[in-house]
Nanobody, 118 residues
Framework: QVQLVESGGGLVQAGGSLRLSCAAS????????MGWFRQAPGKERELVAH???????NYAASVKGRFTISRDNAKNTVDLQMNSLKPEDTAVYYC????????????WGQGTQVTVSS
């Protein structure tokens, strides 16, 4: 059973920072690619960043240079450091685990709200 629990969302002014954290249960956390997604009102869910089991990272163009994804395999956590936040970063942020047999992110957290005021 895989459970993902996000924390760290909140309200911040434009230009500020937030750090999101995702705690994962289940076995062999270190073997899996992990991703952070977001969904703004009226928009589709989008991939913000992912980190592979080997630590390679990839970012959406809209957050590159501002956001940093990292993982701590000893603690079964994956974090998203968000700097220079913009109002357009406002969304519900979700942590997800990639499922190799289906080639999809099949395991999701409940989401955490991030609101950036102008």
């Amino acid at each position: 059973q895989v459970q993902l629990v996000e924390s760290g969302g909140g309200l911040v002014q434009a230009g500020g920072s937030l750090r999101l954290s995702c705690a994962a249960s289940g076995r062999a956390f270190s073997m899996y690619r992990m991703g952070w997604f977001r969904q703004a009102p009226g928009k589709e869910r989008e991939l913000v960043a992912h980190i592979t089991s080997g630590g390679s990272t990839n970012y959406a163009a809209s957050v590159k240079g501002r956001f940093t994804i990292s993982r701590d395999n000893a603690k079964n956590t994956v974090d998203l450091q968000m700097n220079s936040l913009k109002p357009e970063d406002t969304a519900v942020y979700y942590c997800a685990r990639y499922n190799p047999p289906t080639t999809r992110y099949d395991f999701w957290g409940q989401g955490t709200q991030v609101t950036v005021s102008s």
